[in-house]
């Protein structure tokens, strides 16, 4: 090994991987990565600010909206300046204490959008399946208070096992397989007793992600046989399309998560590419579509888009 290896090697720090063996292109990457994270902060920016400024999106459901597009662009922020850092290459490391912190808040942002997802599948049965008493079950104060359990939820029952990172023992290269931290990428750099965050890990896992989309999936065959008894063809069509945008939303969330956990679980014999790949994916591409997804698909807030965008033209 060379001295300076060494040193990497014994230090807190931790060397981030871009695309390896593609480093003479990281120029040209970085070009698509920057519109990606561009398209991120500005589509989700727009969402939220055509929800605060349309006094009739000032709804359940779009309230619930603005917490996903906060959550995805809470994710953008969070990585934004490891992954365009590499590419730009002025930044090659990460402190551990760095690492951790953004590992926290990946992690936890991940959850989040989870439980929002969640709370939005609850929207839409009772939106089809108890229609008129939509208004009286949820209420602004209810919906005040799913937010604050979602916040506690997705914040509160990850720091045991990310604080522990801070005091185990990594005796393993320091190089990470992204450009951004995540606790099982940590972990497999460890010598000590991993024990405890591997099985609370798993816990966390099944008790937010699975659990989150169990109960979705539940939601969305009690939705279909709520629909499948109206007799108005036209009705039934109509009450499904209203379900489109989170049903899209849904899919693009949990399929990458599922492939990023394949390939950390059975694809270690796998190109590295493959494994930087499934993460940018993982981190990138629900920030990046839900915007798009509920622009075209929800009605209300396409509508108020072209509004915006016309009167800014005719200014």
């Not at 005796?171 to 405890?196: A, E, G, K, T």
């Not at 969330?253 to 994916?281: A, D, E, Q, W």
């Amino acid at each position: 090994m060379s001295a300076v290896f060494i040193s990497k090697y014994n230090s807190s720090r931790f060397i981030l991987s871009g695309f390896p063996g593609l480093e003479v292109n990281y120029l040209w990457f970085s070009i698509p990565f920057s519109i990606i994270y561009t398209m991120v902060l500005s589509g989700n920016c727009l969402v939220l600010h055509v929800i605060r400024t349309e006094p009739s999106l000032h709804q359940p459901m779009f309230y619930l909206l603005a917490m996903l597009a906060l959550t995805d662009l809470g994710m953008g922020l969070s990585t934004v300046h490891t992954v365009l850092g590499s590419l730009w290459g002025f930044v090659q490391d990460i402190s551990l204490d760095a690492c951790i912190a953004q590992s926290y808040f990946i992690h936890g942002l991940s959850f989040m959008e989870s439980s929002v997802l969640l709370a939005m599948a609850f929207d839409r049965y009772i939106a089809i399946c108890h229609p008129l008493r939509y208004s009286s079950i949820l209420t602004n104060d209810k919906i005040m208070k799913i937010g604050v359990a979602i916040l506690c939820r997705s914040t509160l029952l990850i720091p045991p096992v990310i604080i522990r990172l801070k005091f185990l023992n990594y005796c393993r290269p320091h190089i990470l397989s992204h450009s951004f931290c995540l606790h099982q990428d940590l972990i497999r750099m460890v010598c000590s007793d991993i024990r405890f965050n591997s099985i609370y890990g798993l816990a966390l896992v099944i008790s937010n992600l699975l659990l989150d989309a169990v109960l979705i999936l539940v939601s969305y065959v009690m939705i279909l046989h709520a629909v499948l008894a109206i007799a108005s063809q036209e009705e039934r069509t109509k009450s499904l399309q209203t379900c489109v945008s989170h049903i899209c939303a849904v899919s693009v969330f949990y399929i990458p998560i599922i492939g990023l956990t394949m390939v950390h679980r059975f694809g270690k014999h796998l190109s590295p590419l493959v494994h930087v790949f499934m993460g940018n994916i993982y981190i990138l591409f629900p920030p990046l579509m839900n915007p798009i997804i509920y622009s075209i698909k929800t009605q209300q807030i396409r509508k108020r888009i072209q509004r915006l965008f016309y009167l800014k033209e005719m200014c």
